[in-house]
């Protein structure tokens, strides 16, 4: 009952609204600056595969260089290894037995890492490690500004050494490098603001360092960074690998960044499209709410036209014209760019992937979000 | 690959999380209590199954009493029919011709109903209805002060002109009456502030009747009402049915609201079970973040504890603890009370339905959420 909102060789007019749409081309881009700024800089490229949820696009990323995909989810690390994705960082902590048990499986089938940043964490997950005899990467995370998960600087050394007591003869965990992402950094509007923020993270990085090494143990790799601060974390020196997701995709809230580098510029190339189903004096209401998109991170921007989305209810989304624009007729098509794109996508069971443009362009592929809802 | 957070017979204690959870017992008095005013008020009952999109939650709705259900989408009434749900109302406008095909083709198999607010959407709904042979109830939609969609109270007469204009001998459109939703009105905190904006709901009500009348036409049911103001409208003496959706699970945003009468209270049954997954000197992180419940009206609250989420990201939400209070420990569970229930339900896959309470009780069904996702 659930059909994609197109099929392969569609014109973009015969898309269903409300529907997710990739433009190709642009995506492709994207795909491609990253991978080449990467390269550049000698980084290790690991995409957060949290904000696509997709193993095709997955697979297109690895196949650009990147040496795996992050996932925050053990359901999600699941249904990504279930189609071929083999190289998977779980960055984030679990400590449920019943989940550690699913990782410590799952570490058996593809090359799998994880974040800890408790003493508990860490004995549970050895303890589910011994139990299915599986062995995997295991990183401290360290709250490099966030203020969220991760644990002190002075505190990663210990932390470490407790990753590296429970190791096996046999395998088990490894200790694989410290976990430092900086999440509020990557929504500071201004450059310097989020410099700023990117060198206090890297303050504490080195301090975690720095007490690693006290403890005796040698620092793999530091991994980070997301769409908002990357350039920041491959000029510091400490981070040997980038976890951005978004730059694939963009959303109004990244666009609203000034940039740090206007020769890195990624374009919008994600796009719910809206078809105008009710029209009063001066407002137009389309068939797309915050079901279609979320909010979290504000309202859509629309593409090429000079109209602001006032509100949006499940539903609907309310639009008025700018000073001199046009409202769109009833019927018309509007294209919605998300104000976030990860929760975006995450209501979505396909992707529309169009070649050629919005506008003249065909559908190419239809793409399957497939861990989508995968929160567990 | 994405099996259910817990299987029939499970002790709550072994539900996965985050999981979005029924607590069966209050649903089922609500469910009553909404059932028992509509029969005291001799008012038909028509739940929005927008809300919790299940065709066995419909089900029991109908077993109860209500004569049917809205939605607000062709997609969700494909799938709810297609599941033995066989009396739906779209209480929303669709201007696309495919879609509305779909809508003509969907009125041949169960009993169909819509709103149109355009002279274009009869014109098209009138087509496709012939060429499909079948037909409907159509609702002319009025703006009773919610500024979305539908016509102005003195236009409703000429719509309602056109929509039997459009009429066939054989069958086609048949003028049903009028759809009249004050949304905003639901989330007014007063009800006093309530009162008056369902008094001048009705105030345009009326006005729409005049018109229709004046017209020849004569107007067999007023439909709207939510949960935050359905005793207004059944006191209004117009309304002839209730579409009200939230009351079976309730949220934070519709507990805040003051109650009517105190006697008429509804009570929390749906809750999404989280666990503390990290834990800083001052604040608890839960592992539900807004790709678990929705935030557009709001955080979630959290049951049971003097607790506060201060914010959250796609998969993190983070506690506080009020003044005197203790945070939970590692591994500990939090249950949150979602904002808002309709785009927290279109999260999840799947309904965790518990018998005995949420403390000592078990899981006694599993129930699809059948329509998640269809936006379209």
């Known amino acids: ?107 058996q089938r593809v090359r799998l890492a994880i974040a800890v940043d408790s003493a508990l964490g860490v004995q549970r997950l050895a303890s589910a490690l011994a139990q299915a005899g599986s062995s995997m990467d295991v990183f401290v995370e360290v709250d490099v500004g966030h203020g969220r998960c991760g644990v002190a600087a002075a505190a990663a050394g210990m932390l470490a050494q407790q990753v590296v007591a429970h190791g096996r003869s046999d395998g088990g965990m490894r200790f694989a490098g410290l976990q430092a992402y900086q999440g509020r ?37 530091v991994t980070g960074a997301g769409t908002g601060t990357f350039v920041h974390e491959a000029a510091s020196g400490v981070y040997g690998e980038l976890q951005v997701g978004s730059y694939l995709f963009m959303d109004r809230d990244y666009a609203d960044n000034q940039p740090d580098d206007s020769a890195l510029r990624f374009e919008q190339a994600l796009f719910v499209k809206s078809q105008v189903m009710s029209r009063g004096h001066s407002h137009a209401v389309v068939d797309a709410g915050h079901k279609s998109h979320a909010v979290d991170s504000g309202m859509p921007a629309v593409r090429g036209q000079a109209l602001d ?31 976030h794109c990860d929760p975006t996508v995450n209501l979505h069971d396909h992707y529309i992937a169009v070649r050629g443009g919005l506008d003249e362009g065909r559908v190419e592929a239809v793409w399957a979000v497939d861990a989508r809802g995968c929160v567990s």
């Open 1 to 107: 009952v659930r059909a994609p909102a197109a099929r392969v060789g569609d014109a973009v007019a015969a898309i269903d609204t409300p529907a997710l749409v990739v433009d190709l081309d642009a995506m492709e881009r994207n795909l491609e600056r990253m991978a080449e700024f990467a390269r550049t800089h000698r980084m290790r490229l690991r995409p957060h595969a949290k904000m696509h949820k997709s193993a095709a696009i997955a697979k297109l990323q690895m196949a650009a260089g990147a040496v795996g995909v992050c996932v925050q989810k053990t359901s999600e690390a699941e249904v990504l290894a279930s189609l071929g994705v083999n190289d998977i960082y779980i960055s984030n902590e679990v400590v449920d037995p019943a989940k550690l048990a699913r990782v410590a499986a799952l570490a």
């Open 309 to 339: 989305l006032l509100g949006c209810s499940d539903e609907h989304g309310i639009l008025r014209a700018r000073a001199g624009a046009t409202l769109p007729a009833l019927g018309d098509t509007v294209w919605l760019v998300p104000g």
């Open 185 to 221: 950094a990557q929504h500071l509007r201004g450059p310097d603001e989020r410099d700023a923020a990117i060198r206090h993270a890297v303050a504490l990085v080195r301090a975690a360092q720095a007490a690693v090494t006290a403890a005796g143990i040698a620092c793999p790799l």
